[in-house]
């Protein structure tokens, strides 16, 4: 069974900085993908960043570039997303999601098997 939790979440005015955690438990081969996505109210979930299991590999969003970095612990089964410069439109719940490696498109909320229960992330302008 895996379990996703996601932290870090907060209130932040606009230029400021927050560091989201997610930690994933479970056999490792089912969490080997890490993806963030966030959902705005009225909006449908949107891809935001995804790491690979060894932290080789990332992929942002246009819109999060150059602000976020994702950064992978496998000791302790945790991903952090660091969010820098924040903007009012980053103001979302924030999940994350988990998967094996394989096929299918990472950034596809639908392609993920496992979620946690979100994190709300709130930028004052």
């Known amino acids: 069974q895996v379990q996703v939790v996601e932290s870090g979440g907060g209130l932040v005015p606009a230029g400021g900085s927050l560091r989201l955690s997610c930690t994933a438990s479970g056999h490792i081969s089912l969490t080997q993908i890490i993806g963030w996505f966030r959902q705005a109210p009225g909006k449908g979930r949107e891809f935001v960043s995804f790491?690979?299991?060894?932290?080789?590999?990332?992929k942002y969003a246009d819109s999060v570039k150059g602000r976020f970095t994702l950064s992978r612990d496998n000791a302790k089964n945790t991903v952090y997303l660091q969010m820098n410069n924040l903007k009012p439109e980053d103001t979302a719940v924030y999940y994350c999601?988990?998967?094996?490696?394989?096929?299918?498109?990472?950034?596809?909320?639908?392609?993920?098997?496992?979620w946690g229960q979100g994190t709300q992330v709130t930028v004052s302008s």
């Open positions: 999601g988990a998967r094996p490696r394989g096929s299918g498109d990472y950034t596809i909320a639908r392609q993920y098997s496992y």
């Open positions: 790491i690979t299991a060894s932290g080789a590999n990332t």
